[in-house]
């Protein structure tokens, strides 16, 4: 099944623009009549009927819309540093959205080598593993923020941040901490779930989560660069409320450890 | 931490050779006295004295050994067509042995786009993983082999095929089939198990993985290639006693699902 991108929707219609028109009508060869799959992005699934080609467009009538294709029952955002390797962190993207992820945060802390982070490739990478994976939300990818900011500006819900507080103090694992969630919204096997409305209102979603997900349980975990968070930040989060958790015995990279945390959160849910 | 892999033991010394030695006397600068830290690749780690530098060989006391140095408490096969796209096979390559794993089998299957694959590169980075995520065992990369020779020669164990039967018949989740696993050892924060005596030597287990893991369950899980396992090769698991199961709603690559496999087992035994 392939599936295109639109952000253009009007009326009962929606339009393919640049690559997306290119690939659907040159690469694909789609003629006008044909069924066609169109996402928003949003979280909903069109099925379209090509009615017009043109120069780098391509209209379509919607036949049938799907809200919460692809979704699935929890809203995690993973707020963490990228790699000094930038092909690492883009890596994580992919294989967290392929897996379920609804908000990634780049994060600047003391002790990160990147302290500056460019957004536009990891929403291409985004955009095309949801599309790869079957979601039609496209996880959001925010701007870069610095540690302590972030863990000003959170709110509510299941926040945890894995450091390694030299056992100073007894940290729960990701697995153990996860206990306490549990979906909200009934899921099938499709992994369709009944849009509902968001009761919690927290800074750190976007309009788009809260719209798509309804009354899902936040989640929120911060995974630090390289040389970890700074004694001072971690301090900071767990004043604030974040739960230290730490992802066993394995020392793994900062982009592995990203993704662990969100197979994790992905597991915890499997029906 | 800097770890050093030798094969070479010899009474009380070890010896670090060609690109071991260099890194550890001319990157790294280490000097005559200095104690460095050796894994021998089968699970033990060594604290050690070096005692003699020459062009390209350093020779080292051993002070101290750990078996099972970053051991974990299962022992884990991944059998898993290699992806089209080698990048994506050797990217799984690195995460499996940071989040342990003990065996990875290429396998060709009958819808595999990639029927040759060569190990070299594959061992390379399973080396660097193992000393980068301070494991002492190097996992074995095995020479490829046919998904049914693969069936055939597998012996006891829990056993796995992911695989999509088209809703035909009823499968477990990856969670739900490994809840029968439980841990043989005790397993410490560090990871450090205690070695045992290997009960059930299965075909597929290595010599060296029995002698460091002792009696662990061990856990086999097949992954089909880009274009998934034939039916005929699902039957033919079936029929051997593989138990199917899902990796849950999300349509993953096929490296996303293999490591969505091991790091499920990997938190199904968290401590």
Not at 164 to 176: A, I, M, N, Y
Not at 213 to 237: C, Q, R, V
Request: charged share 20%; net charge negative; with cysteine.
């Amino acid at each position: 099944m392939e599936l295109f991108y639109s952000a253009h929707f009007q009326g009962n219609n929606c339009y393919l623009e640049g690559d997306e028109a290119l690939h659907c009508t040159r690469v694909l060869r789609h003629k006008i009549g044909d069924t066609i799959y169109i996402m928003d992005g949003q979280g909903s699934l069109y099925e379209c009927v090509l009615t017009e080609i043109s120069r780098g467009e391509a209209k379509a009538e919607i036949i049938n819309a799907t809200p919460g294709w692809g979704a699935h029952s929890y809203n995690l955002t993973l707020a963490v540093c990228p790699t000094k390797n930038n092909e690492r962190f883009e890596w994580f993207v992919e294989k967290a959205v392929e897996l379920g992820v609804d908000r990634i945060v780049p994060l600047i802390g003391d002790h990160s080598e990147r302290k500056v982070y460019k957004t536009d490739r990891a929403k291409r990478i985004a955009l095309s593993a949801a599309k790869q994976s079957l979601k039609a939300a496209i996880p959001d990818i925010a701007e870069p923020v610095s540690v302590r900011d972030f863990i000003r500006s959170s709110a509510n819900g299941l926040r945890m941040i894995a450091y390694c507080f030299d056992g100073e103090r007894p940290r729960l694992s990701v697995k153990e901490a996860l206990a306490s969630a549990t979906p909200a919204a009934p899921q099938g096997a499709s992994g369709i779930i009944t849009p509902g409305v968001q009761q919690d209102a927290s800074e750190i979603s976007t309009p788009g989560i809260m719209q798509e997900h309804g009354a899902l349980p936040d989640i929120t975990i911060l995974i630090g660069p390289e040389g970890d968070f700074s004694p001072e930040e971690a301090a900071l989060a767990l004043e604030a409320g974040f739960l230290p958790i730490h992802l066993g015995p394995s020392r793994l990279r900062t982009e592995t450890a990203a993704l662990a945390a969100v197979t994790a959160v992905y597991l915890h849910f499997l029906q």
